[in-house]
């Protein structure tokens, strides 16, 4: 079993900023590539940021310049620094990890959280 618990979200104005926090815990051997995205109302989910277990990293467009991940690897835990929120960034955030179980294992297994509400909205 693996559980990710996003925390984080919440009411912010535009300008304002948030942190949001995933934790995985559970059977995990290990974690390859973990990432943000969102959905708002009516729309498909999409992706913000993510980064491999390497420390690459990658971005929406929207994101490029006001949002930062992080990992702390010890913790199994991922962050989304959101800065200059606007309220097109309104949506619930979804954490994702890729994740093997198993030390002898190869195969591994997208596994996503429950979700956190952000609000941008003066």
């Known amino acids: 079993q693996v559980q990710l618990v996003e925390s984080g979200g919440g009411f912010v104005q535009p300008g304002g900023s948030l942190r949001l926090s995933c934790a995985a815990s559970?059977?995990?051997?290990?974690?390859?590539?973990m990432g943000w995205y969102r959905q708002a109302p009516g729309k498909q989910r999409e992706l913000v940021a993510a980064?491999?277990?390497?420390?690459?990293?990658n971005y929406a467009d929207s994101a490029k310049g006001r949002f930062t991940i992080s990992r702390d690897n010890a913790k199994n835990t991922v962050y989304l620094q959101m800065n200059s929120l606007k309220p097109e960034d309104t949506a619930v955030y979804y954490c994702?990890?890729?994740?093997?179980?198993?030390?002898?294992?190869?195969?591994?297994?997208?596994?996503w959280g429950q979700g956190t509400q952000v609000i941008v909205a003066s």
């Open positions: 994702k990890a890729r994740i093997i179980q198993y030390p002898w294992a190869s195969s591994e297994y997208d596994y």
């Open positions: 559970g059977r995990i051997s290990s974690i390859n590539a």
């Open positions: 980064s491999t277990s390497g420390g690459s990293t």
